[in-house]
């Protein structure tokens, strides 16, 4: 999900009557959905049902949404977290985080373009 649709291209209007519901009971209106690619230099993972929601206060990614769509696990650590096939267990991404929150795209991700980084969510209600 993110607030901002400057980072998208191609938005479609949502037409459903879902909304997003955020830790205070508070339901936010869903504007417009979008799907797409993160590209970094090792792979090129699917960004699909992305939700543009304009009062939300930040990007937020769905891990299960993520890993289903991309075959991958993610592994994540107190200084960041790892990307990595399914099958090979090999690394596809590596993101180091000193904040409280494991942001993506960060500089240490080492990501081609960052217009490509709104984060995945299902399409229906949440209770975040």
């Not at 980072?7 to 209106?29: A, K």
């Not at 650590?77 to 596809?92: A, C, E, Q, R, V």
């Amino acid at each position: 999900m993110t607030p901002s649709a400057s980072i998208l291209s191609s938005v479609h209007p949502y037409s459903g009557n879902d909304c997003v519901t955020v830790g205070n009971g508070t339901q936010l209106p869903i504007s417009y959905t979008w799907h797409g690619t993160l590209s970094t230099p090792q792979s090129i993972f699917s960004v699909n049902d992305i939700l543009m929601v304009p009062h939300l206060s930040t990007n937020l990614l769905s891990v299960r949404k993520f890993v289903s769509d991309n075959n991958c696990s993610i592994e994540f650590d107190p200084f960041g977290f790892d990307i990595k096939d399914l099958k090979t267990k090999s690394s596809l991404l590596r993101c180091n985080s000193s904040v409280p929150l494991y942001p993506l795209p960060s500089p240490s991700c080492g990501l081609v373009d960052t217009y490509h980084s709104a984060f995945a969510t299902i399409r229906a209600s949440l209770n975040l």
